[in-house]
């Protein structure tokens, strides 16, 4: 069993900048494909962006792409994603994922049931 937690979330001005974390219990951490997604008020969960365990491949949803940078540090145990030129739109609790996700990275990186362990979730508030 995989306990990831959260942290880094906050309130920022429409343009800002935040730095999630996801620390993990278990040094399996550096096996797994590692995740973030995130869910809005009355919106369902959506994917944001993903890596691979050794970090050579990363993948991103549009609505981030060149704003956000997911990356990791097997050796701390810890998934980041960076968020630059943050928008209201972002404002939402952001998850970390993680597990053995099999498939192309296209196909299965963005899909939450591939996902085994999941954070309790950090907010995100972005005000304009």
């Known amino acids: 069993q995989v306990q990831l937690v959260e942290s880094g979330g906050g309130s920022v001005q429409a343009g800002g900048s935040l730095r999630l974390s996801c620390a993990a219990s278990?040094?399996?951490?550096?096996?797994?494909?590692m995740g973030w997604f995130r869910r809005s008020p009355g919106k369902e969960r959506e994917f944001v962006a993903a890596?691979?365990?050794?970090?050579?491949?990363?993948y991103y949803a549009d609505s981030v792409k060149g704003r956000c940078t997911i990356s990791r540090d097997n050796s701390k145990n810890t998934l980041y994603l960076q968020m630059n030129s943050l928008k209201p739109e972002d404002t939402a609790v952001y998850y970390c994922?993680?597990?053995?996700?099999?498939?192309?990275?296209?196909?299965?990186?963005?899909?939450?049931?591939?996902?085994?362990?999941w954070g309790q979730g950090t907010q995100v508030t972005v005000s304009s």
């Open positions: 278990a040094r399996t951490f550096s096996t797994y494909t």
């Open positions: 994922a993680g597990g053995q996700v099999y498939g192309s990275i296209q196909s299965s990186f963005a899909r939450a049931g591939k996902y085994d362990y």
């Open positions: 890596i691979t365990w050794s970090g050579d491949y990363t």
